[in-house]
């Protein structure tokens, strides 16, 4: 039991990343630098709770906040350039935020910082933020801003040319992104009670990108569903748990050949929807 | 003293143009950025570590031979995770290549474990002791090899048919198709020569640090990402120069700045990101070759 | 004059693009721009628009200078555009993508979405929906609000554009080869909705190879030819312009 709670707890934490990935990513921002948010909301949630005996709640709130302050000025010089240079640009942007890490003493350096007070309900607050998190991209897409997003993600001249301000659509996906991702940290530090640099390193990013691409881009279940899966069927395979990195790796390339829209696509959506409704139609008659 | 580090720097730097230079000429051909490149590399330096190991043969044949058997993981990863995706999805070769990075990589710790391996000394490392300057003939030798690789290279793109086809196919699929350039056979042979200049540095990288990791791939790849920004992306003279600039500069910093601190890390990567924002055409722009 | 286009020149390292240009286009006019291919016809509306920056001179519109506003602001301001190649958002419905067209003119944000303080948001949400509507209603696709826009017909696809960019309620459309791919049939309901659009007051500015619905609908038209302006007037000078039939005939030996 004790088992399974953790392991819910992680795919929880994921949950979180895979979409703080997922909002920069609908504006065709992609990140290779969320695990650096994430440190820093872990590292800052710490220091709250530890340092300065902030309680739980408002020590993750702030650690979050610190990490999408953070993500307000990365996403500045990320305007200007896509692509590849973004992906390079947010790559050093992570390791940065982990070699800072490893080398300031008042958090412990690359010993790590012990000692963070445990949460005992880690799974019922990440899955509460989950749950805001589906609200949150459940409202966005029949929103004024959603649409500013999909569109800038899908051509962001046209976008701009018919009133689409993308300046302040990209900075906003990008300093939102971090702060999700950094109250994914808070959480995560709060449910270790140790943390250490190497936790945050790029491979960490990496893992935050296959989850959203295995479980669909289009719409936002996708990147929850991957991020839930993927953590969850290794565990419980233990085949699978020794080869679960190899296996990730060659279901990215499979998914990239076969379906690189993931798992999770619009037509997916549709297709449940017909289902249902061809059940509950059966039933009613 | 610094005049030593210098030497350690051109060294180290030569390294990261060996693999910067695989990273340009593959987003050269294909526009992609190789993620797996530097596993490529780590996948070189246990191959020649075992051939070192078990076969006893030296150096001259060794290298060679991993240069060919990562050629070949090269040619594969093309035919397995690039050239089977479909064109319209423009993520889909990049995640395709992390597919293979985290596959490449897991299986390393399992086979070789997650620790460093000493890597066995091919040959004997004399110190030189020039005025008050102690040089190891490994850093010459491998500098030297580095070089030759980078003006072999160069010669090969810019002189022989197959490199201005290479060239051409950089500049547009499309129009050296109708040259009767075979793009397939081009792109494929731009990873086997990506692949083998990796895999001959993973080899010298295990020389001059006496030890490997399944990890260090991760590390020279950073690096070569870093040296391929500077010199312009798909320009491979820009790489060649970048790697010793980087190299230099890093040891540099290490002499002038305090010790106790490990800045190296945070210095590149703040190069690179001063780059990206105000010159990310690098400093000699993007072109495959000037040449 | 609704817009001012003074002296206008945009190179592409060092190739002229436009040189010295001079258009001014009157408040609820058709105003037609033709012109051979790489005459610099797209060029011009891109400077409009926002997408390129001027090399040289000044566009006006509504006495504002603005050829340092950002295309986004261009657009509040009362520019709606579309393109040569359409460029809707795939994967969004039709519906969504003409509601988009309010974007500048609106204002609820991230935050106000998702906690939704007050009615404000969502009654703003229901009258940009309804306005969408609206537009859809006018161009015709009402009844394909909640299609997916890459599903329909290329014809289609244009008249989603021209809706998107009247949801803005701007004061002057520019419209890029809006019958390109359009069959006859297709053409002349074109030729009505442009007109519709030109009674309600709105300015338009034509770019089209379509000679027979420019000369019927624009009030006057002005010829582009390798970047600079060569004629300017109503359909009948044009037609009978020495210069003009050179350009798009070649040089009669």
Redesign the interface.
């Known amino acids: 039991m004790d088992y399974l709670i953790s392991v819910a707890t992680i795919a929880g934490i994921y949950i979180i990343m895979a979409m703080s990935f997922y909002l920069p990513f609908m504006t065709g921002q992609i990140s290779l630098g969320q695990a650096g948010f994430m440190a820093i909301g872990a590292y800052g949630s710490a220091v709250c709770s530890v340092k300065f005996g902030i309680p739980y709640v408002p020590a993750i709130l702030i650690g979050g906040s610190v990490a999408g302050i953070v993500g307000f000025f990365v996403g500045i010089p990320a305007l200007r350039i896509k692509g590849i240079y973004l992906l390079l640009l947010t790559l050093g942007f992570g390791e940065i935020i982990r070699v800072v890490f490893i080398n300031v003493e008042y958090i412990g350096a690359a010993a790590g910082f012990p000692g963070i007070p445990y949460q005992d309900h880690s799974l019922l607050y990440s899955y509460i933020m989950v749950f805001i998190l589906i609200i949150f991209f459940s409202r966005l897409r029949k929103s004024r801003m959603g649409r500013a997003f999909h569109a800038v993600g899908s051509d962001e001249d046209a976008a701009e040319v018919i009133g689409v301000n993308i300046t302040s659509v990209k900075l906003i996906a990008f300093s939102t992104g971090g702060f999700i991702a950094g109250i994914g940290g808070g959480i995560f530090a709060h449910y270790q009670e140790y943390i250490e640099p190497l936790m945050f390193d790029v491979m960490h990013s990496v893992e935050f990108i296959v989850f959203t691409i295995f479980g669909g881009i289009q719409i936002f279940w996708g990147p929850m569903f991957g991020a839930f899966v993927l953590t969850m069927i290794p565990e419980f395979l233990r085949v699978i748990q020794e080869w679960r990195m190899e296996l990730f790796g060659a279901l990215l390339i499979i998914m990239m050949i076969l379906r690189p829209q993931g798992v999770i696509g619009l037509d997916t959506i549709q297709g449940l929807k017909k289902v249902s409704s061809r059940i509950l139609g059966r039933g009613l008659s | 003293m610094i005049f030593q580090q210098l030497i350690n720097g051109l060294m180290l730097g030569a390294n990261y143009s060996l693999v910067a230079i695989g990273y340009t000429l593959i987003f050269g051909v294909l526009g992609l950025l190789h993620f797996a490149h530097g596993e490529v590399l780590m996948a070189g330096a246990f191959m020649g570590f075992y051939i070192i190991l078990w076969t006893d043969l030296p150096l001259y044949i060794t290298l060679p031979l991993t240069m060919i058997a990562t050629g070949a993981l090269g040619i594969i990863i093309d035919l397995l995770a690039i050239r089977p995706l479909r064109k319209d999805f423009h993520l889909a070769p990049l995640l395709s290549t992390i597919g293979v990075t985290i596959i490449l990589q897991n299986l390393a710790v399992k086979l070789f474990g997650g620790y460093g391996t000493r890597f066995p000394d091919a040959i004997k490392d004399y110190h030189f002791k020039i005025g008050s300057l102690f040089i190891s003939s490994i850093n010459i030798l491998t500098l030297g090899i580095s070089i030759f690789l980078m003006i072999a290279l160069y010669f090969f793109i810019s002189k022989t048919k197959i490199g201005k086809a290479m060239r051409a196919v950089s500049e547009s699929h499309l129009t050296a198709g109708l040259l009767g350039v075979n793009v397939d056979w081009i792109v494929l042979l731009t990873f086997g020569i990506a692949s083998a200049l990796a895999g001959a540095s993973g080899v010298m990288i295990g020389l001059a640090f006496h030890a490997i990791s399944p990890f260090i791939g991760l590390t020279f790849a950073l690096k070569g990402l870093v040296v391929m920004l500077l010199g312009g992306l798909g320009n491979v003279l820009g790489a060649m120069i970048g790697g010793l600039i980087l190299g230099m500069a890093e040891v540099l910093a290490i002499v002038v700045l305090p010790t106790e601190i490990n800045l190296q890390d945070i210095f590149s990567f703040g190069i690179m990101i001063l780059i990206l924002i105000f010159r990310p055409t690098g400093l000699f722009g993007t072109r495959i070759t000037q040449g | 004059m609704i817009l001012n286009i003074r002296n206008v020149a945009k190179q592409f390292n060092g190739f002229h693009a436009l040189s010295n240009i001079g258009v001014d286009v009157a408040e609820g006019k058709i105003h037609a721009i033709i012109g051979p291919n790489g005459a610099g016809k797209t060029t011009l509306f891109n400077l409009i ?3 390129y920056d001027l090399t040289e001179g000044e566009i006006r519109f509504k006495d504002v200078v603005i050829n340092q506003l ?3 602001l261009r ?2 301001l009362g520019i ?2 579309t ?1 040569q190649i359409v ?1 809707l ?4 419905s039709v519906l ?1 993508n003409v ?12 935050l106000k ?2 906690l ?1 303080f007050s009615r404000k ?1 969502l009654t ?2 229901k009258a ?1 929906r309804e306005n969408a509507t609206r537009w859809l209603e006018f161009v015709g696709l009402a009844h394909k609000a909640d299609q ?1 826009a890459s599903n329909l017909p290329h014809a289609e696809q244009r008249l989603v554009e021209i809706a ?2 009247l949801a ?1 309620d701007p004061e002057l459309i520019l419209l890029d080869e809006p019958a390109a791919g359009m069959n006859l049939n297709e053409t002349l309901k074109l030729d009505a909705l442009i007109s519709k659009i030109n009674q309600m007051g709105k300015a338009i500015l034509l770019i089209e190879h379509n000679m027979e619905l420019v000369m019927e609908i624009s009030h006057v038209i002005t010829v582009l030819n390798f970047g600079m302006k060569i004629a300017e007037g109503v359909s009948s000078e044009i037609q009978n312009n020495p210069k003009v039939i050179e350009a798009y005939l070649g040089r009669k030996k």
């Open positions: 628009s926002g997408v950002k295309p986004h657009a509040k709606g555009r393109f460029r958002f795939g994967l969004m969504e509601m988009i067209g309010t974007h500048c003119k609106t204002r609820a944000g991230l979405t998702f939704r948001e703003e949400e940009t997916t998107r960019a803005l």
